[in-house]
């Protein structure tokens, strides 16, 4: 194990440095058409539902760039009328010339969609599969437009097609066995790597949380089990970007930095409006890591690391 650990350090700190590049995900909608069993948006849960404006965006925008914040992840649930590609596009065009880079995690979109949104600065996509075994997939995604596993595997290459800089993808930890879901996911990220070559990968690995849908993880993943995940995807795919969210404890994220991560999130909130207008709107999940994006950032540095919160790439 030590030998492992010290060669994923070294394989990280050669490619990225001693980095962690933070963002801040900013939740637009929790207005969902979709029933997945794990999700706290699944449309039939009783949560308080809002989907900002473009002025009540730019309000939470400003908060996370008064933090520091320079790369922005805007998140929503699948709601094709209220989450539009036109809305999705005047939020860009409003917001990108105030920060260095702007993803989204929102509905699967066809190419056609992400070039409009790419024109408008949108340079980063993420869509997790959540699981790669169809059955499972089956299981969780009751109804909605998101029953459809082949049309979200393939709108990962529609964003790669359409010129978008990076792509996200990932599993939900938990849905399923976790060695044949890292090996799936690994496979796929070699695929997308070796077909898109313009495009810089990035690789999340959620793990379920409690929300409001009440679902409990079938396969569950320990806190030794994520840390050696996170070691086998970075002996595995030396090149690409790991990303850890705040659904993670503060020890088990600082440990991480040593061991693989390259992109953090801090100071989350998961309803939309959370930051202007806390707890105002249903959440997506609960967060564990509550420190600010300053105290995240302070013990990055104590880890010898540095906290970049703007890469001009
Ligand atoms: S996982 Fe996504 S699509 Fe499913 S209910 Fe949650 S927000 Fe909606």
Known sequence: MESLKEKVHRLTVQRFGKTIQLFAPLYLSNECVDTCLYCGFSRHNKIERKTLSVTEVLEEAKILINQGFKHLLLVSGEHPKKVSVDYLSEIARTLRPKIASLSIEVAPLDEQSYQRLALYGVDGVVIYQETYDKEVYNQVHIAGPKKDYAKRLSAVEEACKAGIRQVGIGVLLG???????????????????KRYWQTEFRISLPRLKPCASSFQAPYPVSDEEFAHIIMMLRVALPELGLVLSTREKPE????????GVTHMSAGSKTEPGGYAHPEEAGKQFDIEDLRTPAEVARAITKAGYEPVWKDWI
Not at 182 to 189: D, K, V
Not at 252 to 259: A, H, S, V
């Open 252 to 259: 088990l994220r600082d440990q991480l930095i040593y061991l």
């Open 175 to 193: 849905l399923s066995p976790w060695q044949k879901e890292i090996q799936r996911l690994i496979e796929h990220a070699k695929y997308l790597m």
